[in-house]
């Protein structure tokens, strides 16, 4: 098997598990507050349990782009393997906790030492062929999208048979064994010599930098727009699956299968989407996704039962498998050789920044116009971000297959 095949193969095994880390906790963090962590009063719990979920994203926001610099001037495996086991050690330590504090400030720290997705995006973009780039972006995506899917599945599960703290212990041996795989498995072409007598810019220049790149703000824009659009009325979904089904009969059961329904076409239709982007060009494929996710979005406000809910979700999904994999792939090959890394980490942050505000927004937003409106506000944001790709990626450079590409 060639090389760059093999580290997709590590990488996703390695992607599905920090992403299933990470959100395993999700369906019992605020039982593990009450039962293990001494928390009392209904208010208290949630206050604690949206600041331990939310402190990761804060913190991964902030300090991604320093790990994708130090990735340009060290390698991309160093930094994937940084993360990984330092990772492994922190989640192992949530299993240890014995107050809210101690879970917080672990969660903090674990969004400190993330970026095992960036530093693999970049470490595969790195070796594989341009012809396949856009399959092997949207594969990678797959395995990210599996975990973050399974992992609440998989963690409440988890919880029936084990109890809590066995989880976090499992979750770090997981990581720390992928982490171990791929320090044995991948293989990366870096000179580090070169790198090394390479002129270091600051964060700061070197987002200045990239930002010279006519393309590369426009990129980072519709990231942070993509998430901000999704994750809006993500929080909402069980209240209003509650409205429709009516019942609070198996009420459980369908909202996690229309939050999971989502993930399912998205990881399927990521790896067919990238592999029709390098025939027909990412840009069509970005484009298209972009008015196909707000078509989905706008009859979600008007359906009358669960089933409908559920088509209009999946089909979502399978134009979701087109938007972030495709926006990696035209990063990489807008951005000069050196500097992928650091943008990677600036997408990543921009990736988090509509993590954070999106559900905060949209919770915000839902007294006023209703989950409803959150929906057509969805779809009118990526039809808005459509138009933005449109002019700003494609007429601007001539075109699908412009010739002022740089790869």
Known sequence: MQQWKINLAVLWVGNFLVM??????????SLYLQQDLGVTGEHRISLWAGLIFAANFVTS?????????????????????????GMSIVIVLMGMATSPWHLLLLRIANGVISGFSPAAVSLVSGG?????????????????TAGTIL??????????????????YMTGTMLF???ALSGFMIKENFDREAAARKPQASLLKGFRNLMRIPQMPVLLSITFLIQFAMLSPMALIPIYV????????????????VGAVTGLSNMVSAPVLGRISDRVG??????????GAGLMFIPQSFVGTVGQLLVC???LGCFMGGLIPTVNALIRRYTPDGQDSRAFGFNSSALALGNMTGPVTGGVLSGLIGIEGLFIMSGLFLFATSLWTYVMLIRRDGGFSAGSERR
């Open 313 to 315: 979700r999946f089909l």
């Open 242 to 257: 509650q409205q429709l089904h009516g019942t609070t009969e198996n009420l459980a059961f369908w909202a996690g299968f």
């Open 20 to 29: 299933a880390g990470m959100t395993m906790i999700t369906p019992f963090l």
């Open 61 to 85: 926001f902030l300090f991604q782009p320093l790990w994708g610099k130090l990735s340009d001037r060290y390698g991309r495996k160093m930094m994937l393997l940084r993360s990984g086991f």
């Open 177 to 179: 064994l992928a982490s």
């Open 282 to 291: 990412p840009k069509w494929i970005l484009l298209v996704s972009l008015i």
């Open 151 to 168: 992992g609440p599945l998989i963690g409440g599960l988890m919880a029936d048979t084990f109890g809590f703290r066995p989880i976090f």
């Open 128 to 144: 594989t062929p341009k012809e396949r780039m856009g399959f092997a972006m949207g594969t990678l995506q797959s395995g990210a």
